[in-house]
């Protein structure tokens, strides 16, 4: 699993070495202290270049990855996602599984106050597949957040490609 931010210091960012893993490494998150801890606030992460692959076919699946998180404790550090979302180049596992594997870890990680992982997957055989993840702290507040986006999520369809 991730390191704990009180007993791991950050070792991605800064490093002269980055190491590519190629199979499944939620072991490489890694998190720093939300300074703003009193504040509700969005944080948006969109990985334009997400790469997995098809769990029969064993073609790529290309996808643009977006994260909103409302942070909590925890926020994740930016080279840390970006070598963990690598790991997933060599997965053979369906577009839904990855979008949710991706949240719990996240969610398992940060404990944030609301979290999604939307997964905008390019067309391949003339389908594309965007399957979104969600999750709330359940603070009502958070809860009322999760239920008006999760009912209005297919309202403003993406499109991608």
Not at 16 to 27: C, D, G, L, R
Not at 42 to 64: G, H, K, M, R, Y
């Amino acid at each position: 699993m991730a390191k704990d931010l009180k007993t791991s210091p950050l070792i991605q960012l800064g490093s002269s070495q980055t190491t590519y893993k190629y199979q499944y490494a939620p072991e490489l998150l890694e998190t720093f202290e939300n300074k703003h801890q009193e504040n509700d606030y969005w944080v948006t992460l969109n990985a334009d270049e997400f790469t997995s692959l098809c769990p029969i076919t064993n073609q790529p699946d290309f996808a643009t990855l977006v994260i909103n998180y409302i942070p909590n404790i925890k926020m994740v550090e930016s080279k840390s996602l970006k070598l963990y979302l690598f790991s997933f180049i060599n997965n053979g596992e369906f577009h839904e599984e990855v979008v949710n594997k991706i949240g719990k870890d996240l969610t398992h990680l940060l404990e944030p106050k609301y979290l999604e992982v939307i997964g905008l997957f390019y067309p391949r055989g003339n389908i594309s597949i965007h399957p979104a993840f969600s999750y709330d702290n359940s603070e009502e507040k958070y809860k009322e957040i999760h239920k008006h986006r999760f009912m209005s999520r297919n309202s403003n369809p993406q499109r991608v490609g």
